[in-house]
Nanobody, 116 residues
């Protein structure tokens, strides 16, 4: 059994910052990558940022230069630092744990709302 516990969402004004955290626990033998996805109302879930076990990262074009993903391998935790937030960043953010080609887990989601 694998669990992902997310935290850090909330309401923030445009231009503000938030930091999301996701801690993975349970029967985890080897992590391929961890990442963050988001889903806004009426839209498909999309990749925000992803980091591999080797530290390689990739970001959605819409967040490059504003968001930063990092990992603490010893704690199986991934972070998403979100700066210069915009109203269009409003969405439910989901943590993703990639253990291999066919083994993935998702967090329960945390709401991020950017509004004045």
């Amino acid at each position: 059994q694998v669990q992902l516990v997310e935290s850090g969402g909330g309401l923030v004004q445009p231009g503000g910052s938030l930091r999301l955290s996701c801690a993975a626990s349970g029967r985890i033998f080897r992590i391929s990558a961890m990442g963050w996805y988001r889903q806004a109302p009426g839209k498909q879930r999309e990749l925000v940022a992803r980091i591999t076990s080797g530290g390689s990262t990739n970001y959605a074009d819409s967040v490059k230069g504003r968001f930063s993903i990092s990992r603490d391998n010893g704690k199986n935790t991934v972070y998403l630092q979100m700066n210069s937030l915009k109203p269009e960043d409003t969405a439910v953010y989901y943590c993703n744990l990639d253990l291999g080609p066919t083994i993935q887990y998702w967090g329960q989601g945390t709401q991020v709302t950017v509004s004045s």
